[in-house]
């Protein structure tokens, strides 16, 4: 009898594993959106849930649903692209493993160019549209219309046609005081081989029409890529603006109309009688792998550090009337933006009268997160003799964890190869890394596995570790 029901139980375990082992997603792209064969990467995206695309639920979080990738190159419109059990997952790494059931479907190229880089290299890489190296919501990219299917056949095979393209992006308009400028950067359009722009977003003081002859000190502010210049409005928000939006970063309701108000509260602040005069300026600086160079110059992504410094810094002090000294200049930031402010503070110290860091990116890399490049074998696990503890990545406000490292690097692989993700662990990579033979950034750690390359650790601490640099040359920066 025993023999007898863990057969039974056998088999049916056995059916479920064979039940979706073999779906295959058959991907073509319609020839209206291009007569010409693509590179890039092909993602599957399943979801459980209706309330949005697919592609718009793919995230580092719990919330996050199903993303599977594909390197395709020289894909011609009509032939098929098969995505198979092989193909690199997220959160699930492998299709025959996902659960059999009913999901929304959709697919999405995000489209390379080739770039002939300055030292004979060749990279596949995505071009900044000006949408902040955002896949989802790239201009050009194709993309499938959602459709729900039901998986649950051996052998299956889903047919999806792309048939949408993401339309461009509109340009900002200059107001008063917001103005916009935009310049072909010589540094780094030959660096990669094609035109590479620079723009900032700048906010002029109170009274600069009518009063011609005045110069302006000057604060930047290095951005994330931002869409307008943010935080500043000349409207209130309505009284009766909506409230029932909820932030679950700060764990309040309402936050749309606190931005809002305080948007307002500083126009008023600005304009006021007494407030200081200068500039602020909001600086662009999206490139082939992220949204953010880190302004500094890196062998794979570019000398953005001169080029802001050199070409575009000059260019917004002589339009907007600047005073053109390191001594009326300081920059701040947080974040991402925290970080560049004490690199170019470091690296170009004549440049600048002060920088005000909050919160930045790793510094020193023997916290990389909580990761020590120098000493740690493994980004992923801690080390242990017996215990497997992977790493966190990020928490909550309570401490909880919300991704480890192997998951937030795992997200990054499925979305592309390469450090070609957009993301952030592939940023660090692609800006503090040497370049490999390939024309791609070496890999700090590897990704499927997390262990740790001593070698490219060793040339992350010469060029980018702040902490390191700052104690190496402290005889010349300290003053």
């Known amino acids: 009898m025993y023999k007898t029901l863990a057969f039974i139980l056998f088999a049916i375990l056995f059916a479920c594993c064979k039940q979706n082992e073999s779906v295959n997603f058959s991907i073509t792209y319609s020839q209206a959106l291009s007569e010409q064969a693509q590179d890039g990467r092909l993602l599957l995206l399943l979801s459980t849930d209706s309330t949005a ?98 998986i649950h056949k051996t052998g299956e095979t889903i047919s999806i046609e792309l048939t949408e393209s993401i339309p461009p992006i509109e340009e900002p308009k200059d107001t008063k005081y917001v103005k916009h400028i935009k310049i072909q950067s010589k540094l780094l359009t030959e660096f990669w081989g094609k035109p590479m722009y620079l723009g900032a977003h700048g906010l002029v003081p109170e009274g600069v029409d009518e009063h011609p002859e005045a110069r302006y000190p000057l604060m930047i502010y290095h951005g994330h890529f931002p869409a307008d210049f943010g935080g500043f409005s000349e409207t209130p928000p309505p009284a009766d603006m909506d409230t029932s939006d909820y932030s679950s970063r700060f764990g309040i309701y309402g936050y749309k109309k606190f931005q809002a108000q305080e948007a307002y509260n500083f126009y008023k602040q600005w304009t006021s009688k007494n407030f200081p005069r200068f500039l602020v300026i909001e600086i662009q600086h999206a490139n082939p792998y992220y949204d953010d160079s880190y302004a500094v110059n890196s062998a794979n992504v570019g000398p953005y550090g001169d080029a802001i410094m050199q070409e575009l810094i000059p260019e917004i002090e002589k339009q907007f009337r600047g005073i053109g000294e390191g001594w009326a200049r300081f920059t701040n930031g947080r974040s991402t933006r925290g970080r560049e402010a004490l690199a170019v503070q470091m690296f170009y110290p004549d440049e600048f009268n002060g920088c005000f860091a909050a919160c930045p990116d790793p510094i020193d890399f023997r916290a990389y997160c909580l990761v020590d490049i120098y000493k740690d074998k493994n980004a992923y696990w801690y080390d242990s003799e017996f215990k497997k503890l992977p790493i966190p990545s990020h928490r909550n406000y309570l ?58 650790a060793a040339y992350w601490k010469e060029h980018y570790d702040l902490r390191y640099i700052l104690e190496r040359y402290w005889i010349t920066l300290g003053p």
């Open 53 to 150: 695309e697919p592609r718009f639920q793919i995230s580092d979080d719990l919330k996050t649903q199903l993303v599977f990738g594909i390197d395709v190159e020289n894909w011609a419109s009509g032939s098929q692209q098969i995505i198979r059990n092989n193909a690199f997952g997220y959160p699930i790494q492998s299709l025959k493993e996902i659960p059999a059931g009913d999901y929304y479907v959709q697919a999405l190229l995000n489209r390379y160019e080739t770039f002939t880089l300055k030292n004979g290299k060749t990279a596949k890489l995505p071009p900044d549209k000006g949408e902040r190296q955002q896949w989802n919501q790239k201009p050009g990219n194709f993309y499938s219309k959602p459709t729900k299917v039901t």
């Open 399 to 456: 401490g909880q964890i919300q991704s480890t490292m192997q998951h937030s690097n795992y997200f990054e692989l499925a979305l592309g190869t390469k450090s070609r993700s957009g993301q952030q662990w592939d940023i660090w990579e692609a800006v503090y890394s040497p370049q490999g033979e390939d024309g791609y950034p070496k890999r700090i750690f590897n990704k499927e596995t997390g262990d740790i390359d001593s070698t490219v």
